[in-house]
C-alpha cells in the first residue's frame, strides 16, 4: 500500500483532481514527474536576481525525492546554467538525472551530462541588448529600473523604482512595441518584464519533457505569471484523464496562479518542506 495525502503533515490538496494528482503519484511515484519554478519556489525573491540562490534545504529536499521519482525537472526562465550554479544542483548523489529546462525550455542542461544544450541567439535579442539602454532613457524611464542580461533573453525590473508597481505599468506597452519591432515577446514576471524569443514556454517545456519521459503524473510548483503557460499544461492532461498536482509557492503577488493552484505554500521554504515530506512519504511506503 501506498501513502495517502491526508498522511502528509502537509496541507492537503484543495481540489478533487489535485487531491487524485498526489494519490497518483503516491501510488506509482515510479512513473511522476516533479516539475518545479526556481525564483520564487526553491529560490527566495531577492532585490538582485544575482544573489538568489536556492533555500538551504532545498537541495537536501531534492536529492531525497529524486530518487523515489520518474525524474525531477526545473523548469525556469533563466539560463540553465545559471540555475544550476544558483541551485547548487551539480555532482549532488541522489540528482544524477536532474534535468534543468532554461529559458523556458530552450536551454536544457542534464545532471548525467553535465552539458548545457542552447540554440543559437536569436537576433532579435542582439538589437534590443544595443537599442534598450537608451530606449529607457528616452521615454524617461532609466530611473530606478534596470537591465538584466539572460544570454537568449533581456529583462527589465522595476523592483527598484520609487513606486515598482506604476513603473510596471507604465514599461509594459512600449516595451511590448519594441519587443514586437524586433521578433521577439514580453513575459511579465514579479516587477520584471522579460523581453525574448517566441515559440517556447514553460507550458511547452513541461509538455514535451512530460512526453520524452512517458509521465503517467506530475506535481508542477511555481509562483509567477511565468508559471500559467505550465499549470495550463496539466489542466490539459488532467482534462485527457492523466492526474497533476498543481503548488503554489506564495499567493500574494501573483493571484491568478494561487486561485489556479490545488496546494497554496507560502514560499521556498514551506516548499522545500513538502518536497522532503513527500520524500519521506515515498520512502516509508510499503
Keep these: 500500500m501506498g501513502s495517502h495525502p491526508h498522511d502528509l503533515p502537509m496541507p492537503v ?22 516539475a518545479l519554478d526556481f525564483d520564487g519556489t526553491l529560490a527566495d525573491i531577492v532585490p538582485d536576481p544575482d544573489q538568489a540562490r536556492a533555500h538551504a534545504d532545498a537541495v537536501p529536499a531534492l536529492a531525497e525525492l529524486a530518487p523515489e521519482v520518474a525524474a525531477v525537472a526545473v523548469v525556469t526562465g533563466r539560463p540553465a546554467g545559471v540555475a544550476v550554479r544558483y541551485g547548487g544542483f551539480a555532482g549532488v548523489p541522489g540528482l544524477e538525472h536532474l534535468v534543468v529546462l532554461g529559458h523556458y525550455g530552450a536551454e536544457r542542461w542534464d545532471a548525467v551530462t553535465g552539458i548545457v544544450h542552447a540554440p543559437a541567439e536569436h537576433p532579435g535579442v542582439a538589437a534590443v541588448r544595443a537599442e534598450l539602454p537608451g530606449f529607457l532613457d528616452a521615454i524617461g524611464a532609466w530611473r530606478g529600473t534596470w537591465i538584466e542580461e539572460k544570454g537568449q533573453a533581456l529583462a527589465v525590473h522595476t523592483r527598484r523604482a520609487e513606486d515598482p508597481e506604476a513603473a510596471f505599468a507604465a514599461l509594459r506597452e512600449p516595451l511590448a512595441e519594441l519587443a514586437a519591432r524586433h521578433g521577439l515577446m514580453v513575459e511579465p514576471g514579479r516587477a520584471v518584464l522579460e523581453l525574448r524569443p517566441p515559440g517556447m514556454d514553460k507550458g511547452v517545456a513541461l509538455s ?79
Excluded: H, W
Design 13 to 34: 490538496p484543495a481540489t478533487a483532481a489535485g487531491r487524485e494528482g498526489l494519490e497518483a503519484l503516491l501510488r506509482a511515484p515510479r512513473r511522476a514527474v516533479v
Design 208 to 286: 514535451e519533457f512530460l512526453e520524452e519521459r512517458e509521465a503517467e503524473a506530475v506535481l508542477y510548483a511555481g509562483d509567477d505569471l511565468g508559471d500559467l503557460a505550465a499549470y495550463a499544461a496539466v489542466e490539459k492532461r488532467r482534462a485527457d484523464g492523466l492526474p497533476g498536482l498543481l503548488v503554489c509557492s506564495g499567493s500574494a503577488e501573483v493571484p491568478e496562479l494561487a486561485a489556479r493552484a490545488d496546494i497554496v505554500l507560502p514560499g521556498p521554504a514551506a516548499v522545500t518542506a513538502y518536497l522532503a515530506a513527500l520524500a519521506t512519504a515515498l520512502q516509508d511506503r510499503d
